[in-house]
């Protein structure tokens, strides 16, 4: 498995401004991702972070919203820009793991209020 | 694109007894995996159990176990001698089996209580 840590854990925000969320995995994985959960709702996928190449965002959301970095094969960043109350969700970090059975291993959340 | 679908929101169950999740999903594809994952108040999610569609065998893990019906794309879970710890948002979960299908589409949720 994978241990995965994520900062900060909660933000209350104003909006017009961003915020850029850190994703720190103790083993080198391949594949990282970024989920949005909406108040209530279930996971979505945001964009899959690769590293050395541009994120790959699904329909609906967009790199100068959600700008991602993937410096390296433990580590992501996503920025959530120019916040509105429609963006307050918890954020999740996920990890693939092929070696272990295709697993995705989720970072524990951040948790985000836009005023 | 594949779809999962819960169509239990809430689910309840006395401590001790059985309770079954509820999934359904859809997607052309022959080759894929299934997951159930827990969401606590905590709000990780962690991984319950699994099943790899090329295998006819139920999955079970502990108190945990599926009922996968490939041909009927059913996959539901069996929570039996349930215990309070067992409370939490339940996702099902979808992932192809493709180099490219690296992501994973969650049903809607189930919410289960039990009640001492």
């Known amino acids: 498995s994978a241990v995965i840590s994520q900062k900060p854990s909660r933000d209350i925000c104003q909006r017009g401004t961003s915020l850029t969320i850190q994703c720190q995995v103790d083993s080198q994985v391949t594949m990282m991702f970024w989920y949005r959960q909406q108040p209530g709702q279930s996971l979505t996928l945001i964009a899959t972070?690769?590293?050395?190449?541009?994120?790959?965002?699904e329909s609906g959301f967009v790199i100068d919203k959600f700008p991602i970095s993937r410096p390296n094969l433990t580590f992501s960043t996503l920025t959530v820009s120019n916040m509105s109350p429609e963006d307050s969700s918890i954020y999740l970090c996920s990890v693939g793991m092929r070696m272990v059975y295709n697993e995705q291993f989720f970072g524990p959340g951040t948790r985000l209020t836009v005023l | 694109a594949q779809t999962v679908t819960q169509s239990q929101p809430e689910m309840s169950v006395q401590e001790a007894e059985t309770v079954t999740l509820s999934c359904t999903y859809d997607t052309s594809e022959s080759d894929y995996y299934l997951f159930w994952y827990k969401q606590p108040p905590s709000r990780q999610m962690i991984l319950v159990i699994r099943q790899e569609a090329y295998k006819q065998q139920n999955a079970t893990e502990n108190r945990f176990s599926v009922n996968f019906q490939k041909a009927a794309k059913s996959f539901s879970l069996k929570i039996s001698d349930s215990q309070l710890g067992d409370a939490a948002m339940y996702f099902c979960?979808?992932?192809?089996?493709?180099?490219?299908?690296?992501?994973?589409?969650f049903g809607e949720g189930t919410q289960l209580t039990v009640n001492p």
């Open positions: 972070a690769n590293q050395g190449s541009e994120a790959t965002y």
């Open positions: 979960a979808y992932r192809s089996a493709s180099s490219s299908g690296s992501r994973l589409t």
